[in-house]
């Protein structure tokens, strides 16, 4: 990736570092995100549908389970002026009475869009989480951080880490995230099978794929 000195790079995990994380690999599609599995056997576990809607009822990104949008909608995610509503779960199965979780993911300052937060968790287990970007000299996302803590809290422990991959698709990148992450279930997730996310692992997804798609957007002006 060509360093750009108007904005320093902030810290690239390193190859000693990847046994504390596991990376997820972005391939930008036209209207869509493929994510990848790392390694040499890699193969879509997610299919990320991006819709530019301004309907009420329609949602601007959708995660699916698998390698396209007929998966199983594991989550969801709508713009607004200052940031996103992200649902997990299948809204459409809410009148079927299952559960969705909302949260917001917000920006503190109307007209900046390098911090971004939300909060998570339930009672004593809830948490204020804080992405901060790194941009070049025109705008475009290089790298991002998910650390635990507010806006004022900027060494936190590292949640997840954004790294693009490309000059021209800012939709394409690795996405490396704590193995802690992965551990932390609640007592009603602990029969997840292998492979699935757990909830705060799929708003960690869904987060960083609505930062990533807003800038996209703000990209074509």
Same mark, same amino acid.
Do not use: C
């Given at each position: 990736?060509?360093?750009?000195?108007?904005?320093?790079?902030?810290?690239?995990?390193?190859?000693?570092?990847?046994?504390?994380?596991?990376?997820?690999?972005?391939?930008?599609?036209?209207?869509?995100?493929?994510?990848?599995?790392?390694?040499?056997?890699?193969?879509?576990?997610?299919?990320?549908?991006?819709?530019?809607?301004?309907?009420?009822?329609?949602?601007?990104?959708?995660? #699916?389970?698998?390698?396209? /949008? @007929?998966?199983?909608?594991?989550?969801?995610?709508? !713009?607004?002026?200052? $940031?996103? %509503?992200?649902?997990?779960?299948?809204?459409?199965?809410?009148?079927?009475?299952?559960?969705?979780?909302?949260?917001?993911?917000?920006?503190?300052?109307?007209?900046?869009?390098?911090?971004? #937060?939300?909060?998570?968790? /339930? @009672?004593?287990?809830?948490?204020?989480?804080?992405? !901060?970007?790194?941009? $070049?000299? %025109?705008?475009?996302?290089?790298?991002?951080?998910?650390?635990?803590?507010?806006?004022?809290?900027?060494?936190?422990?590292?949640?997840?880490?954004?790294?693009?991959?490309?000059?021209?698709?800012?939709?394409?990148?690795?996405?490396?995230?704590?193995?802690?992450?992965?551990?932390e279930q609640d007592s009603k997730q602990n029969a997840l099978r292998e492979g699935d996310a757990n909830d705060l692992e799929m708003i960690v997804y869904l987060t960083t794929f609505a930062i990533i798609e807003s800038q996209v957007r703000r990209s074509k002006g």
């Open positions: 990736m060509e360093s750009d000195p108007s904005t320093p790079d902030l810290p690239v995990i390193s190859p000693f570092e990847k046994g504390s994380f596991y990376e997820l690999v972005s391939d930008g599609k036209l209207r869509a995100y493929e994510i990848k599995s790392f390694g040499p056997n890699t193969a879509t576990i997610y299919y990320i549908e991006s819709n530019e809607t301004l309907s009420k009822s329609k949602f601007d990104l959708l995660i #699916h389970k698998g390698d396209s /949008k @007929g998966g199983e909608v594991l989550g969801v995610a709508k !713009r607004h002026m200052r $940031g996103f %509503t992200i649902g997990l779960g299948d809204p459409a199965g809410e009148i079927e009475g299952k559960q969705i979780i909302w949260e917001k993911l917000e920006r503190p300052e109307k007209y900046s869009h390098k911090v971004y #937060h939300f909060d998570f968790g /339930k @009672g004593e287990q809830r948490s204020t989480y804080t992405f !901060r970007k790194a941009t $070049g000299r %025109t705008g475009r996302l290089k790298s991002m951080e998910l650390r635990v803590g507010g806006v004022d809290e900027e060494d936190g422990k590292l949640v997840a880490k954004w790294v693009g991959s490309s000059r021209w698709n800012m939709k394409n990148g690795s996405l490396f995230v704590a193995d802690t992450v992965k551990r």
